[in-house]
């Protein structure tokens, strides 16, 4: 009798260890999900500037190298921002820079209203804006855009990882990903009632016209103001978790993993050859496929349901099988889509079966992509200590914010030379990427897996 008083005795502290471990988990997964409603709110407008930003700007009959330099300008100033933020989230906090990014977002959308020509008239004085005023508001917003973006997202990240360690890192980083996406596909959905009734014109069918696009990003301002009050009321500051986790590691943890500039380099790579050929995917498919954007949007539809649903689910796959199965299949299928592109119009006479074809190549491209992202950022949390996990997505976010500002200017120059030269550039950059992977880079999790089963 006394031995089993004594054995429900030592088994009081478990039960309340394990009990507070729920605990903790549960108010995790509440602040993610927190977290992933103010990346939706504030993201509504990612999606639908990739797709309408080289259409509108054509309106102001902006050139290939100027359409490419919208692209590479936000990522220039992520570059910038991004190493300094991820220092300063290490000794100040998370919170204040995610609400400093939602907060630079919002700005951002209020400048894309006045991305237009238009006249005021002040008395006796008209002051009039041109299409030279329009483009110049574009890139001014663009730059405010990833400033802000880029804040937002490395916080995100940041603040991911913090609380992912008792939720699960692959499926955390999904959630997050899923998020950014989710976000921008709520925002096309909204676009497409204002486009049916502002942009409708009986003899060129649907136009994306300066009301159009004034319109959407007034509703693209309210969504970031709402999510700068959400980040401002409802997330809490995760700094104090990583603080807890780095007194838990041993010494050598508390380094970045040297594999991570190993990352670096394949990231930045990837991220250039893939980023810089989204500007002018639609532009080439409108010239040689077909012009109507309704057949175009339904092509991309279920890759962009993928993006937005799936990330979370398929994240789980890099904690069953590691990180870097996903990142090889994702870069391969990427590269292997890329090239397909020149040759629909020739492989399929019939516009309907090549925009069949173009829908099934990019829901698979979406699908390997979404398992291949989270593995890729759960890998830099593996990498990177407590104390230093927000200097180390800072790096890792560099390198993705470097190879968006080369990666535009380039494909923008191959594109200006030969139509198809920047698909077949992407598609032997991705497979040389996938290659990279697979000879150069050590899965850190696997590493540590190891080392301990040789210790025991």
């Not at 991820?86 to 919170?95: Q, V």
């Not at 574009?138 to 939720?167: C, E, K, N, P, W």
């Not at 991220?271 to 949007?297: K, M, R």
């Amino acid at each position: 009798m006394q031995q089993t008083i004594e054995s429900a005795t030592d088994e009081l502290p478990m039960t309340a260890e394990l009990l507070s471990v729920a605990g903790h988990s549960l108010e995790a997964r509440r602040n993610l999900h927190r977290l992933q409603t103010v990346i939706r709110s504030a993201s509504l407008a990612t999606s639908a500037l990739v797709v309408a930003l080289p259409i509108y700007s054509s309106n102001f009959n902006a050139s290939g190298l100027e359409k490419g330099l919208l692209f590479a300008i936000p990522a220039f100033m992520m570059a910038i921002a991004r190493p300094i933020i991820g220092r300063s989230m290490d000794l100040y906090g998370r919170k204040l820079f995610l609400c400093l990014g939602v907060g630079i977002l919002f700005l951002a959308m209020v400048l894309f209203i006045f991305a237009r020509e238009f006249t005021i008239e002040l008395g006796s004085i008209a002051i009039r804006a041109d299409a030279t005023f329009a483009v110049t508001m574009l890139f001014i917003a663009r730059t405010v855009q990833g400033f802000g973006l880029g804040t937002m997202l490395l916080s995100s990240y940041t603040i991911t990882a913090d609380l992912a360690r008792q939720t699960g890192r692959g499926s955390s980083f999904g959630y997050t990903e899923e998020a950014q996406y989710r976000g921008g596909l709520y925002g096309g959905l909204v676009a497409v009632p204002i486009l049916l009734l502002f942009g409708f014109d009986p003899t060129h069918g649907l136009q994306l016209n300066q009301t159009v696009w004034s319109i959407i990003f007034v509703v693209y301002a309210l969504g970031a103001l709402i999510a700068f009050v959400l980040a401002l009321r409802t997330i809490p500051e995760t700094r104090q978790y990583a603080l807890i986790e780095a007194q838990q590691e041993e010494a050598v943890r508390q380094k970045i993993d040297p594999q991570l500039y190993v990352l670096m380099a394949i990231v930045m790579l990837t991220t250039a050859s893939s980023y810089g050929l989204a500007p002018f995917i639609l532009v080439f498919i409108q010239d040689h496929l077909t012009q109507n954007l309704l057949l175009i949007a339904m092509a991309y539809i279920p890759a962009a349901l993928i993006w937005a649903f799936l990330p979370s689910r398929l994240g789980r796959v890099s904690d069953r099988v590691g990180r870097k199965p996903p990142m090889v299949i994702g870069l391969t299928m990427s590269g292997l889509f890329s090239l397909t592109i020149p040759f629909l119009s020739m492989v399929f006479p019939s516009i309907s079966l090549a925009i069949v074809a173009l829908m099934i190549f990019a829901t698979v491209e979406a699908a390997c992509y979404a398992a291949a992202v989270p593995a890729e950022q759960a890998m830099v949390a593996d990498m990177t200590g407590g104390q230093q996990r927000g200097i180390g997505f800072g790096l890792y976010t560099l390198a993705q914010s470097m190879g968006q500002v080369f990666g535009p200017l380039v494909m923008g120059v191959l594109y200006d030379w030969d139509r198809a030269g920047p698909f077949l550039a992407n598609a032997v950059i991705l497979i040389i990427g996938s290659l990279l992977v697979v000879s150069f880079l050590q899965d850190p999790a696997r590493r540590r897996r190891s080392f301990a089963g040789a210790g025991k």
